[in-house]
C-alpha cells in the first residue's frame, strides 16, 4: 500500500469515527427530541424538572408549549435559538459550570418578551399602560409561565 492510501485509509477511517460517535452521542443525548414541539424534551436534563413542574401548574401551560415562550420570530432566529442555546446547555451541564437554581440569560429574556408581545399584541395596543415600550412583561407577570 502506497502512502497516499495509508493517509486516504486514516484520514476516513478518522472521520467515520468521528460520524459514528456523534450519531452516537445525538441519539444517547436525546439529540432528536430537540427537533419537537414538545415540553417533555425540556426533561432530558435532569436540572429541569423544577422549571417543567412549575410550568405544568401556571396559567399559561394550557395554551402555550415550552418553545412558544422561548422561541420567537422567524424559523431562522428559532433555528439559531436552538442551536445557540443546545450548544451553551450541552456544555454548561456537561463540563457543571451552571447556576442553580436555573437563571435565564439576558438574551433569552429578550426571547420570551418578544414572545409575550407576539402573542398579546392585541391586548398591548388595547391598554395604555402595557403599551409602553420600557416596560418588562416578565416584571409583573412573572408566575404567568412558570410558578417560581
Given amino acids: 500500500m ?13 472521520i467515520g469515527v468521528l460520524i459514528g460517535g456523534a450519531i452516537y452521542l445525538f441519539w444517547y443525548a436525546k439529540g432528536y427530541s430537540y427537533l419537537s414541539h414538545d415540553s417533555k424534551a425540556c ?21 402555550a408549549q415550552c418553545n412558544d415562550c422561548h422561541l420567537s420570530g ?7 435559538t436552538k442551536i445557540l442555546n443546545g450548544f451553551s ?15 435565564i440569560k439576558k438574551r433569552n429574556r429578550k426571547v420570551v418578551e418578544s414572545s409575550c408581545q407576539n402573542c398579546h399584541t392585541p391586548l398591548l395596543e388595547a391598554s395604555g399602560i402595557h403599551g409602553r415600550k420600557d416596560m ?4 409583573c407577570h412573572r408566575q404567568v409561565g412558570h410558578l417560581q
Fill in 2 to 14: 502506497r502512502n497516499s492510501s495509508k493517509v486516504i485509509l486514516t484520514v476516513s477511517i478518522g
Fill in 43 to 63: 426533561l432530558n436534563c435532569h436540572v429541569m424538572r423544577e422549571q417543567f413542574n412549575s410550568w405544568t401548574q401556571a396559567s399559561h401551560h394550557i395554551v
Fill in 74 to 80: 422567524n424559523i431562522l432566529s428559532q433555528m439559531k
Fill in 89 to 103: 446547555h450541552s456544555l454548561a451541564f456537561t463540563l457543571q459550570n451552571f447556576h442553580e437554581p436555573i437563571q
Fill in 136 to 139: 418588562s412583561c416578565l416584571g
